[in-house]
């Protein structure tokens, strides 16, 4: 019995491999009728709809208008997509504007407090000039 399994029979090689290449050309000629015919039946269907939308003898108005409505919409759809960003920006440029007028309404009011006036100025002026004439009262100052 092993003497029979271990024998090659070069014949039903040879078979198999005839049943299997013969089996994958009726496959392949199987599939090229099959797709033969879908792609008639879509050419058929395509013909069918132009001869449909073109044939008639009054014009098309309700596919033209509603086709340029829906192109009309898309547009629009993307011109508010490309203008959004802009006005996002401006509004932010608003509000940091606002914060900055705040800001610097702040130190405006801050130096106001601070200043010092014509007058007074003047006035620290003279009083500093009067105490650099008056002769120095500190204990071993020079006279």
Same mark, same amino acid.
């Given at each position: 019995?092993?003497?029979?399994?271990?024998?090659?029979?070069?014949?039903?090689?040879?078979?198999?491999?005839?049943?299997?290449?013969?089996?994958?050309?009726?496959?392949?000629?199987?599939?090229?009728?099959?797709?033969?015919?879908?792609?008639?039946?879509?050419?058929? /269907?395509?013909? !069918? #709809?132009?001869?449909?939308?073109?044939?008639?003898?009054?014009? @098309? +108005?309700?596919?033209?208008? =509603?086709?340029?409505?829906?192109?009309?919409?898309?547009?629009?759809?993307?011109?508010?997509?490309?203008?959004?960003?802009?006005?996002?920006?401006?509004?932010?440029?608003?509000?940091?504007?606002?914060?900055?007028?705040?800001?610097?309404?702040? /130190?405006?009011? !801050? #130096?106001?407090?601070?200043?010092?006036?014509?007058?007074?100025? @003047? +006035?620290?002026?003279?009083? =500093?000039?009067?105490?650099?004439?008056?002769?120095?009262?500190?204990?071993?100052?020079?006279?």
């Amino acid at each position: 019995m092993e003497q029979q399994r271990k024998r090659f029979d070069p014949m039903a090689s040879w078979a198999r491999l005839l049943e299997r290449v013969g089996n994958q050309g009726k496959k392949l000629s199987d599939l090229r009728s099959n797709m033969n015919t879908g792609f008639q039946q879509l050419n058929a /269907a395509i013909n !069918t #709809l132009s001869n449909e939308v073109g044939g008639g003898s009054k014009s @098309q +108005w309700s596919i033209i208008i =509603g086709f340029s409505s829906v192109t009309i919409t898309i547009l629009a759809g993307f011109g508010f997509l490309a203008l959004q960003p802009i006005e996002d920006n401006i509004t932010q440029i608003g509000e940091d504007a606002k914060v900055q007028t705040a800001s610097t309404s702040t /130190a405006n009011a !801050t #130096l106001v407090d601070k200043m010092v006036s014509k007058d007074e100025m @003047q +006035w620290r002026t003279q009083r =500093g000039v009067e105490c650099g004439q008056r002769p120095s009262r500190r204990p071993g100052a020079a006279r």
